[in-house]
């Protein structure tokens, strides 16, 4: 099975079961408080999820390490590096 | 003494690695690479080789690649020209074909990735039989250097909606710092038809398709010392379209 396939399953499901209660399709009789609180719930979900992606995205760009010190031994090395393929005899 | 010690253990180990490193337009880079190898490689007493495959690079690279073979000998450099520019997928089965390892080490020619870590690597290998490492910069002490704000919310924004849509169990899909055994290497890029940035995705995703076993190291990328990368909107465009292609058919 695809990803996507995956995902159009995972989300008929979720709908279906949002359906089920919301109009009461297969006429459970469920409480009027389970269809108030049920057919806004796509939206929540959205919402939630979208908060939770902006959250970690920020986060992980926040906490993105900067390698300064790899980067000034990489150029120690360098340096290094010339003077002994000079020495080699490397003709560049 | 250290080092004294880890040549002894290392040279029971019948394992081989070839680092294949294609290039173009590389002179300044290409002879502080193979330095860089051959001091870690010496220092942890694996068995190696680097193949160069240079893409007739105007600049004279193959010049200096085989000055540096004349120094450290064809049987650590190895030169598989090609006579122009082919793309890196063609690069890698042309490398493989002339490899001589059991290991394949793929990284980029431009100090981007340190041959520091390659140690780690092959000892993470070792220690859970992996058919694949892949360097992360995403992970652990992992990072990056000379990236700007935009860059990198950029590349974890990408990340983020990949490891979404895709659970490729590998946090690091775009990067090309990767150990492979060869024979995995080589099923792997048959499959593989994308070009840039996703080719490097879509060899992790299909590896997990095909159940093969992921590693991986963290790893600081330090961007491009000469010369200058670019990620403009082309480079966003297509990696999109290159997602969500795998989304559809994986």
Redesign the interface.
């Known amino acids: 099975m695809t990803k996507l396939l995956e995902w159009l399953f995972a989300v008929s499901l979720v709908g279906v079961a949002w359906g089920l209660v919301t109009f009461d399709l297969l006429d459970f009789q469920f409480p009027a408080v389970y269809r108030e609180v049920a057919w806004p719930m796509p939206v929540y979900l959205l919402v939630v999820f979208g908060c939770y992606s902006l959250a970690t995205v920020g986060y992980r760009v926040a906490t993105f390490n900067d390698c300064e010190e790899a980067a000034r031994e990489l150029q120690g090395q360098i340096q290094e590096a010339k003077e002994d393929l000079k020495k080699k005899g490397l003709k560049i | 003494m250290a080092s004294g010690k880890g040549n002894k253990k290392k040279q029971e180990d019948s394992d081989k690695y070839s680092v294949l490193l294609p290039t173009y337009n590389e002179?300044e880079n290409l002879?502080?690479i193979v330095?860089?190898l051959v001091k870690y490689f010496g220092e942890s007493g694996y068995n190696y080789e680097i193949i160069v495959i240079d893409d007739g690079s105007p600049d004279g690279t193959l010049q200096?690649a085989e000055?540096?073979q004349?120094?450290y000998g064809h049987d650590k450099i190895v030169l598989r020209p090609r006579p122009k520019k082919l793309g890196l997928g063609t690069a890698y089965i042309h490398g493989i074909k002339h490899a001589t390892g059991n290991f394949i080490i793929i990284m980029d020619a431009d100090?981007s990735h340190?041959p520091k870590f390659i140690p780690q690597f092959i000892e993470k290998q070792k220690e859970g039989g992996y058919d694949l490492i892949s360097g992360t910069r995403?992970r652990g002490?992992?990072?990056?250097?000379?990236?700007d704000?935009r860059r990198?919310?950029i590349?974890?924004?990408a990340n983020?909606i990949t490891q979404?849509?895709?659970?490729p169990g590998a946090s690091d899909l775009t990067g090309s710092f990767r150990l492979y055994k060869k024979n995995v290497l080589e099923s792997l890029v048959e499959r593989c038809v994308s070009k840039g940035y996703v080719f490097q995705m879509e060899m992790i995703v299909r590896a997990r398709q095909l159940g093969y076993t992921i590693g991986e190291v963290p790893i600081?990328?330090?961007d491009r010392?000469y010369g200058e990368s670019k990620l403009g909107g082309n480079e966003i465009v297509s990696f999109l379209k290159g997602l969500l292609t795998?989304?559809?058919?994986?």
């Open positions: 002179r002879p502080l330095w860089l200096i000055q540096l004349k120094i100090l340190h995403y002490d992992g990072g990056v250097y000379g990236w704000l990198k919310l590349s974890r924004g983020f979404v849509l895709l659970r600081s990328f330090v010392v795998l989304f559809a058919t994986t």
